[in-house]
């Protein structure tokens, strides 16, 4: 029984011949395409990471969207669990 989620490849087929010549330019296009597109995302995001750095000026920067994603509540948790870790190893180095 198969998944309903599954996708039957037609190479599973016992009377499949093979893809086309056509089928075969067009997969390899697509592709192509796919690949030429993520390259100038990655190349807009490493320019812009280049021009305004990592803290970035804007909605758009690294961080804006990091904090934009977390809400107060859980900022406050991380604040309080990373101050507690550091308030630990202050004391920890103190008595040394």
């Keep these: 029984m198969d998944k309903?989620?599954?996708?039957t490849l037609p190479h599973n087929n016992t009377e499949w011949n093979g893809y086309t010549i056509d089928?075969?330019?067009y997969m390899?296009?697509?592709?192509?395409a796919?690949?030429?597109i993520s390259r100038e995302r990655l190349v807009a995001k490493v320019s812009s990471v280049k021009k305004d750095g990592i803290m970035g000026a804007g909605k758009g920067s690294v961080v804006?969207?990091?904090l934009g994603a977390v809400g107060y509540v859980d900022?406050?948790?991380l604040g309080w669990k990373i101050s507690r870790r550091?308030?630990?190893t202050m004391?920890?180095?103190r008595r040394k």
């Design 4 to 7: 309903p989620n599954t996708k």
């Design 64 to 66: 804006g969207r990091l």
């Design 91 to 93: 004391k920890i180095l």
């Design 75 to 77: 900022m406050a948790i």
């Design 28 to 32: 390899r296009a697509y592709t192509a």
């Design 23 to 25: 089928e075969l330019r």
């Design 86 to 88: 550091v308030l630990k």
């Design 34 to 36: 796919r690949m030429e």
